[in-house]
Every structure is written in structure tokens, then in C-alpha cells.
């Protein structure tokens, strides 16, 4: 908690060093004040202690939690999850649509693919990412027609 009797929040986000993310405010992502963000933090887990050592002795308000994503139900599960879904697939699909991850072989060819089920019409889209892997790297690379 602040001084002033707000919560001060932490996200810490693992991802590859060529990737950089805009700040959430400036995207209109984080309505409720600035944002930071610290980049190519060498020992994380001591910076993350720093933090989570201090919750001991906070006054949590009545119902703040300090961790998790939840309390959503019916249509707004269902977005939340869709909004969770890569981007190809969302621009296939609704949330209505509530595609769930699966392995399909294809019986002409038995190649083993990824991609996402529509549950209520048993249609299956597939994946227009592979993953290649050579000389010890893992590439993505785009199937063209998809």
C-alpha cells in the first residue's frame, strides 16, 4: 500500500530482449495512473523479494487481492479467454465461437498440426505458424496461405 492508502501494483513479465512493449498507459491499457517499467533486471527474483517482503505488514482493503486474474462469469469469461487467444485466431473467430487449443492429425497427409477447435461446429482452424527447429535455434515461420 501507499502512503496515501492506494495500492501500488507490480507485474513482472519474462519475455526475449528484442521485444520491447509500449507502456500501458500511454496505450490506454492502465487508466488508473503512470507506469514504469525497468528493463534487463539481472537478478529479478531479489527484486521481486524486495517487493513481496514489504506485503507482510500492509493493510490490505476488503477484497484487493495480491495476485491472480478471476471473478469473471458467463459472457465475461468467455471474452476475457478470447482476448487471451493469439491474434490470427481472434480475426477467425467471435468469442461466442469459444475455440479451445487442440492437435489435429490430418489423414492424407499424418502431419501433426496445432491450431483451434469452434466446439460448436467441430470445425478446426489450423495454425499458420510452424516451428522449425535447426542448429540448435527455434524459428516460427508463416505457412504462406493461411
Known sequence: MQKRGVI???LLV??????QFPKPDKQGW???GSTNRRTGIKRAVAYM???MSKG??????????????GGLQGTAKMEMRWWKLP????KETQPEDEPRRVS???????ELVGGFELPKTGRVLRCPWRVIFSGGSVYLKRVEGR
Not at 519474462?14 to 521485444?19: E, V
Not at 491474434?87 to 481472434?90: E, K, T, Y
Not at 489435429?104 to 499424418?110: K, L, Q
Request: with cysteine; net charge positive.
Open 14 to 19: 519474462f519475455h526475449p530482449k528484442r521485444l
Open 30 to 32: 492502465w487508466p488508473h
Open 49 to 51: 523479494a524486495k517487493y
Open 87 to 90: 491474434q490470427w485466431i481472434r
Open 8 to 10: 501500488h501494483y507490480h
Open 56 to 69: 507482510d505488514t500492509a493493510q490490505y482493503p476488503k477484497g484487493a487481492r495480491t495476485y491472480g486474474c
Open 104 to 110: 489435429h492429425v490430418y489423414a492424407d497427409t499424418g
